[in-house]
């Protein structure tokens, strides 16, 4: 399975990126299809969650302001940021979790390789 995420870039602080990222390959079931960013000299964190049954969560920091959604049938995960802000600045990383073979016994983690988002004040 491979993630392939784009739409980062420059935004100025109010305005709005929209992440995509696409899963290719073969998989049986994808649980968890996350966006986390990872800010210069900071942990990378959990920005916005979604499982396959609907759930979705944010951090606190980015309710109201940025929304995920997903396609399951095209197994896609888009992460749309409004209200930008320069403190939202970091690399973008989608995350999937899943079952890759009706025979696995267990699920596997999967990331993208990042894309930049940088917010300009």
């Known amino acids: 399975v491979q993630l392939q995420a784009s739409g980062g870039g420059l935004a100025q602080a109010g305005g709005s990126l929209r992440l995509s990222c696409a899963a290719s390959?073969?998989?049986?079931?994808?649980?968890?299809m996350d966006w986390y960013r990872q800010a210069p000299g900071k942990q990378r964190e959990l920005v916005a969650s979604t499982t396959r049954d609907g759930n979705v969560n944010y951090v606190d920091d980015v309710k109201g302001r940025f929304t995920i959604s997903r396609d399951n049938a095209k197994n896609t995960v888009d992460l749309q940021m409004n209200s930008l802000k320069p403190e939202d600045t970091a690399v973008y990383y989608c995350?999937?979790?899943?079952?890759?073979?009706?025979?696995?016994?267990?699920?596997?983690?999967?990331w993208g390789q990042g894309t930049q988002v940088t917010v300009s004040s």
């Open positions: 390959g073969t998989m049986y079931s994808i649980n968890h």
């Open positions: 995350f999937v979790r899943g079952v890759p073979q009706i025979t696995s016994v267990r699920e596997y983690d999967y």
